[in-house]
């Protein structure tokens, strides 16, 4: 109860996401909202199904940054669609380049104390 008190006090660490990442979780916001209508899924059934409230569901249909990355999951894997995350980063074309030019990432903060 006493640590229930504290964390309801404490403010909260997030900062807002870049313009670019606001834009793109609306348009996910969006695809998932289209997606469910046309299964002609009711936003009950849906928020049923994947274990939130009602309104957490329509804060994901809007692309909100405060809605967890499991809410969109659940909700893409009630539409039959959950298959999609795995496409998230999966040609990371920079990543592959940076590979290839075989940079070693930078060393740890241990592995700098040993030296």
């Given at each position: 109860?006493?640590?229930?008190?504290?964390?309801?006090?404490?403010?909260?660490?997030?900062s807002?996401?870049?313009l670019?990442?606001?834009?793109?979780?609306?348009?996910l916001?969006?695809?998932?909202?289209?997606?469910?209508r046309r299964?002609?899924?009711?936003l009950?059934?849906?928020a049923?199904?994947?274990?939130?409230?009602?309104?957490?569901?329509?804060?994901?249909?809007?692309?909100?940054?405060?809605?967890?990355?499991?809410?969109y999951?659940?909700?893409?894997h009630?539409?039959g669609?959950?298959?999609?995350?795995?496409?998230?980063?999966?040609?990371?074309?920079?990543?592959?380049?940076l590979?290839?030019?075989?940079?070693?990432?930078?060393?740890s903060s241990?592995q700098?104390?040993?030296?």
């Open positions: 109860m006493f640590l229930e008190k504290i964390l309801s006090i404490l403010p909260r660490t997030t807002d996401p870049p670019s990442v606001v834009r793109i979780l609306r348009t916001g969006e695809n998932i909202r289209l997606a469910r299964r002609k899924f009711t009950a059934i849906v049923e199904r994947a274990g939130i409230s009602a309104p957490t569901l329509r804060a994901v249909e809007r692309g909100e940054a405060s809605s967890t990355m499991a809410a999951a659940n909700v893409l009630c539409l669609l959950e298959r999609d995350l795995l496409l998230v980063a999966k040609d990371d074309v920079l990543g592959r380049k590979q290839d030019l075989g940079l070693d990432p930078a060393p241990r700098r104390q040993r030296r």
